[in-house]
């Protein structure tokens, strides 16, 4: 993208960074969570985010991450494969001055990434990949069979059909809280019924 192409803002809606604003790059595809939908999730997350390891499959925008470590979040891992965004997300964090040990950006494909266990599974992990992508049940397998989600944790989901969400949950997730937006349908999925 070039310099002279304009940045959209986001306005970080809650935490130690309430208030700020951080920008994206709008590209195709790019659909940043809506302040209605991010304030609803962190209202069901509410004190669950602190000290947690989150991972953020298709960063985009970053403000999933952004809202979480602004609550106290220990780690993030946030993956973005396109160059532009994940070179402005880079300069957003820089902008925010936080220390790198708090996260990980890395440019890499999310089906890559979940083919692999971590050494630390994560507690909340945020799938909200482009919605024209028929990945959403493979996503949820890969992300079980090789232990991505920590006992107790949680998995949010945004997709343009309720039926994707219904077809998230099988016999280890479970829906926990959804609501609708517009024309995004999202959830709160967990592993047990320690929610």
């Not at 891992?77 to 957003?92: A, Y």
């Not at 890499?108 to 507690?123: G, L, T, V």
Request: aromatic letters at 8%; hydrophobic letters at 35%.
């Amino acid at each position: 993208m070039s310099k002279s192409q304009k940045t959209s803002d986001l306005r970080i809606i809650g935490g130690h960074w309430r208030g700020r604003k951080v920008s994206f790059n709008p590209v195709p595809n790019l659909r940043p969570t809506p302040d209605r939908v991010r304030e609803t999730l962190f209202n069901w997350l509410q004190g669950r985010v602190a000290q947690t390891r989150c991972l953020d499959l298709f960063a985009g925008s970053g403000i999933l991450s952004i809202e979480a470590l602004s609550r106290g979040a220990q780690h993030i891992t946030l993956l973005e494969q396109d160059p532009s965004t994940h070179r402005h997300l880079s300069q957003q964090f820089a902008r925010l001055s936080l220390p790198t040990g708090h996260y990980a950006l890395l440019r890499q494909d999310a089906f890559e990434f979940i083919k692999q266990s971590p050494q630390n599974p994560y507690d909340l992990i945020f799938i909200d990949p482009p919605f024209a992508t028929d990945q959403y049940e493979p996503l949820r397998d890969l992300i079980l069979e090789n232990n991505l989600l920590a006992p107790g944790g949680l998995v949010y989901v945004e997709a343009p059909q309720a039926q994707i969400l219904e077809k998230f949950s099988n016999e280890t997730l479970s829906m926990h809280r959804q609501s609708r937006a517009g024309q995004i349908f999202y959830g709160l999925l967990t592993q047990s019924s320690e929610v």
